[in-house]
């Protein structure tokens, strides 16, 4: 299934299709995960607001190892949301919590290079420039020693690659995201499917 383009409707549409998507994720990486050792929850947005991000968490004190975050609208919606949104994910990074970051909507004033763009910009010397043709960005960061960014970019119209998660350095599961944004699709209204689908 091809990726939609979301900015067709207003951000209450995408809203719901995001809690579909986030649950239908949460669902699959506790299928995945290792039973004894990790479980996955829904949280309230770690880097996101008002949205929700899952919290893998390893069972010895119940530690937060990797966070998922599916960007919405309102993680861009102002010039201090959108910093403070960076710089959590900042912290989160430097505290050594792995990272996924599904990014469904294309750069805009406040972040030209995407959210990953804006992230990498902060943690490491280096730029992040996103090829106009595939604005859509999906990185996956591994904290050990040094961080590193595995990105994958998309543009509407082509499937989601499943992603890795890191449970700990060199260590990860994959995340289907492509069967899971297909399973969310299901519960949107046709009503609205219409509409997100229609021809360009």
């Known amino acids: ?55 893998v968490r390893h069972v010895s004190g119940d530690r937060v190892v990797a966070i ?21 994910a900042c912290e989160l990074l430097e505290h050594r919590v792995h990272l996924l970051f599904v990014d469904p909507f294309p750069p805009g004033p406040r972040d030209p290079n995407g959210v990953h763009g804006a992230i990498w910009d902060a943690v490491e010397d280096d730029s992040f420039r996103v090829p ?21 970019t998309i543009a509407v ?6 992603m890795p998660l890191f449970l700990e350095p060199e260590a990860h599961i994959l995340v289907p995201l492509e069967a899971t944004y297909r399973s969310a699709w299901d ?12 021809p360009a």
Request: charged letters at 20%.
């Open 1 to 55: 299934m091809p990726m939609h383009d979301w900015t067709r409707v207003e951000a209450g549409i995408y809203h719901d299709f995001h809690h579909s998507w986030v649950s239908e994720v949460a669902r699959s990486l506790n299928r995945a995960l290792p039973v004894r050792s990790h479980y996955a929850m829904i949280e309230p947005g770690r880097c996101s607001y008002p949205n929700s991000s899952i919290a």
């Open 68 to 88: 998922v975050e599916i960007v919405s609208p309102g993680n861009k919606s102002s010039k201090n949301g959108f910093a403070a949104f960076v710089q959590k």
């Open 132 to 152: 106009p043709e595939r604005p859509l960005t999906l990185v996956a960061y591994e904290c050990g020693p040094i961080t590193r960014a595995y990105i994958e």
């Open 157 to 162: 119209g082509e499937p989601l690659p499943d």
């Open 187 to 198: 519960t949107v209204p046709a009503r609205w499917q219409r509409v997100i689908a229609a």
